[in-house]
C-alpha cells in the first residue's frame, strides 16, 4: 500500500495522529515528516477510507491528503519529464489535465516546483493547473527532502497545497475572521439559500454578517458590541446590540441560517447552539467554531460535538486552516 501523507495545523499534529488511531486501530503506524506533515506507513485505512472519516467529523485535526509516491533528497530530484513520467506511470491511462500543488515547511510556496512540472506535463498533451481538476498531483518540499504524491481530488479534503487555503485580503474586510467563514463555505461547498435570514451570533465588529451578506442573506447581528459602520447601515443587516440569551427570549424569528464565532468555550457555545434550536428552520444550516484552549481540545471538541447532536446532524468538522486553534462544525438542525 502507498503511503499516505497528512496535512495539520503543527500544533494539532499529536491530536490528529490520536484520531487516526482512535479510528483504525493502535497498530497503525505513523512517522513526522515535517511540522504540519506526517505519513501512514503501516496497519493503515486506504485512503478513500481515511477521507471519508475527515469528511463526515470522525476525524477532525487533518486538513489535506495525499498518497506518496516518489520522495527525492533535495539534491536529487530529477528533471521534470522524468517526474512526468513517473507521474504518468501511475495512472490507468493517460489524463487530459492534472493539479500541480506546491507547498514547503517554511514561508515560500514552491512554486519552483511547479515551474519544473508544468512543462514537462504540457508537453505530454496534459492541461495543468493549480486547482479545479479531479486529480491533483501534490509536491512538498522541506529543507532535506521533496516528497510527490497523486490523489482524487475527492479524496483531499482540500483543493489547495497541503489544505494551506491563501484567500484575497479586500479593502471591504472588517476582520480577520472573515476568512474563516469564508473557507468553511468554499471547502465544504455550502449553499446558502437565495433571500435566506441568518442569524449572526457574537456578530461583532460584522465580518461575518458581511460575508453573510455577500452570499444574499438578510442578516440580524446579535451582540452587545458595536457594528463597522459600513455593516451597520447595510438594509439587510439589523443589529440586535443584546447577548444571545436575552435575543431567544424576545424573538419569535425564524432563521434559514445561524453561524456562532463567539468567543466562549467549547460546552457553552454548543449549548448556545441548543437554544437556537426553536428559532430556526427544519433543515436550517448550522456553523459554528468551537475555540480551543482546553487541556484536552480533542475530548473537548467530542463532547461540544455530543451537545450537538441532540438538535443537530453534524455533515462535518474540521480544523481548517484559518482557524488557528479552533474547530468549524458544519450542521443542520432537525
Known amino acids: 500500500m502507498l503511503s499516505t501523507l497528512f496535512s495539520v495545523a503543527t500544533d494539532s499534529y499529536d491530536l490528529a495522529v490520536r484520531e487516526i488511531r482512535d479510528e483504525f486501530g493502535p497498530r497503525v503506524r505513523v512517522e513526522r515528516v515535517s511540522g504540519d506533515l506526517g505519513r501512514i506507513t503501516e496497519n493503515g485505512p486506504s485512503i478513500e477510507e481515511l477521507a471519508a472519516a475527515c469528511n463526515d467529523g470522525r476525524i477532525v485535526f487533518v486538513r489535506h491528503l495525499t498518497s506518496e509516491i516518489a520522495g527525492f533528497g533535495v539534491s536529487e530530484v530529477p528533471p521534470g519529464h522524468e517526474l512526468a513520467e513517473l ?3 501511475e495512472l490507468p491511462r493517460h489524463p487530459q489535465a492534472l493539479a500541480v500543488q506546491t ?16 512543462p514537462a506535463l504540457a508537453e505530454r498533451g496534459i492541461e495543468v493547473s493549480r486547482a479545479g481538476q479531479e486529480l491533483v498531483v501534490s509536491c512538498f518540499a522541506s529543507k532535506k527532502q521533496v516528497l510527490i504524491g497523486l490523489n ?8 489547495w497545497p497541503g489544505g494551506r487555503m491563501r484567500l484575497a485580503r479586500s479593502d471591504d474586510r472588517v476582520s480577520r475572521s472573515e476568512f474563516k467563514l469564508e473557507e468553511a463555505i468554499q471547502t465544504f461547498d455550502l449553499q446558502l439559500p437565495h433571500g435566506g435570514k441568518a442569524l449572526d451570533l457574537g456578530a461583532s465588529p460584522g465580518g461575518w454578517t458581511r460575508i453573510l451578506r455577500r452570499y444574499d442573506q438578510e442578516v440580524w447581528s446579535v451582540d452587545p458590541g458595536d ?3 459600513r455593516v451597520a447601515a447595510d438594509r439587510g443587516v439589523h443589529h440586535v446590540a443584546t447577548t ?12 434559514d441560517v445561524v453561524v456562532n464565532d463567539m468567543r466562549m468555550d467549547q460546552l457553552m457555545s454548543a449549548r448556545v447552539m441548543l437554544d437556537a434550536i426553536p428559532h430556526l428552520r ?3 444550516l448550522a456553523i459554528v467554531t468551537l475555540k480551543g484552549g482546553a487541556r484536552n481540545p480533542l475530548d473537548a471538541a467530542r463532547r461540544a460535538m455530543d451537545i450537538l ?4 446532524d453534524i455533515q462535518t468538522a474540521r480544523q481548517l486552516h484559518h482557524n488557528r486553534n479552533e474547530l468549524t462544525v458544519i450542521a443542520r438542525a432537525r
Do not use: V
Open 282 to 284: 427544519r433543515g436550517a
Open 103 to 118: 507547498w514547503t515547511d517554511g514561508p515560500s510556496s514552491g512554486g519552483s516546483y511547479y515551474h519544473l512540472l508544468e
Open 87 to 89: 507521474i504518468l506511470a
Open 152 to 159: 482524487r481530488l475527492e479524496h483531499s479534503l482540500s483543493d
Open 244 to 255: 444571545a440569551g436575552e435575543f431567544f427570549r424576545r424573538n419569535q424569528l425564524r432563521f
Open 309 to 312: 447532536r441532540k438538535n443537530y
Open 227 to 229: 457594528l463597522e459602520r
